[in-house]
């Protein structure tokens, strides 16, 4: 989420608006509301998680912060479909949710090879 603040996305704002709207309009509003305060909770949780692998960056915390990434990622998926988001900006969030998945994935395959050189090239007295 703070990525598509900061990137300044126009389907972040659209996605934001259609949030918002639900959240008005009380459409379906049992449901909708349970779903979103679950998303604001996943929200703060993988924010938390993100300042603590910036506190201690280790391969662990790092897969901890992916897969609540993913999991995240995939609740907003379901969520967006739904309650039939427009297509555009659902077609561009998963575009996105994708790209930092990848990225992340990426750093954790370079974390996990510079552990395992960092342990087999030792060479005892």
């Not at 049992?30 to 998680?49: F, P």
Request: proline letters at 1%.
């Amino acid at each position: 989420t703070k990525i598509h603040l900061l990137k300044g996305s126009d389907h972040y704002a659209r996605v934001t608006d259609r949030i918002w709207r639900l959240w008005k309009m009380g459409e379906e509003i049992g449901s909708s509301t349970a779903d979103l305060d679950r998303l604001e909770g996943e929200h703060e949780d993988v924010e938390e998680s993100l300042e603590n692998l910036l506190i201690l960056p280790t391969e662990q915390s790092l897969r901890r912060v992916l897969k609540q990434i993913a999991v995240h990622f995939a609740h907003e998926e379901a969520f967006m479909t739904k309650y039939k988001f427009d297509q555009e900006a659902f077609s561009t969030q998963i575009e996105d949710q994708r790209r930092i998945l990848n990225m992340a994935q990426k750093e954790l395959l370079k974390t996990a090879v510079a552990s395992s050189e960092d342990g087999c090239c030792t060479s005892s007295g």
